[in-house]
C-alpha cells in the first residue's frame, strides 16, 4: 500500500493530478492516499519527483514496533498485570492471532495468482 512520507513531500500536486482513483489529495500542503480509495496502480510512485510515496514494506518494523505495544498495553490491564500464567496466556493467544494472519495472507496471495488473466 502506498504512503506519502510527510517529510519529503512538498506538495507539488503532480500526483493528485495523476491520481487515475482520485485517491490522492492534499492535506497542509503535503499530499495523502486514501487507502480505501486506492486501485495500487503505482502511478504515484513513478510520478513523484521528490521520492515522497514510499511502499509499504517499508513500514514493517513500525508495524512490529506497533503490535508488540499494543500487547505490552494488555498485559499491563489490571487483570494480566500480576499473574504469570494470564500473561502467558495472552502471549499464546497472540501467537495465535498473528499466526491466524499470516494463513490468512499466504492463501490470499495463492488464490491471487491467476486473478489477473480472467
Not at 50 to 75: F, K, Q, Y
Not at 105 to 112: H, N, S, V, Y
Request: aromatic share 6%; hydrophobic share 30%; net charge negative.
Amino acid at each position: 500500500m502506498p504512503w506519502v512520507n510527510r517529510e519529503m513531500c512538498t506538495g507539488c500536486g503532480i500526483c493528485v493530478d495523476e491520481c487515475p482513483s482520485g485517491a490522492i489529495s492534499t492535506d497542509g500542503g503535503t499530499a495523502s492516499i486514501d487507502d480505501s480509495t486506492c486501485i495500487r496502480c503505482g502511478v504515484c510512485h513513478e510520478l513523484c519527483p521528490d521520492d515522497a510515496v514510499r511502499h509499504d514494506g517499508e513500514r514493517i518494523p513500525e508495524e512490529v514496533e506497533s503490535n508488540l505495544a499494543w500487547v505490552r498495553r494488555v498485559l499491563e490491564n489490571e487483570y494480566y498485570a500480576h499473574d504469570k500464567q494470564r500473561q502467558e496466556a495472552l502471549v499464546q493467544r497472540m501467537e495465535r492471532y498473528f499466526a491466524k494472519n499470516i494463513k490468512v495472507a499466504e492463501k490470499t496471495i495463492e488464490r491471487l495468482r491467476g486473478l489477473g488473466s480472467d
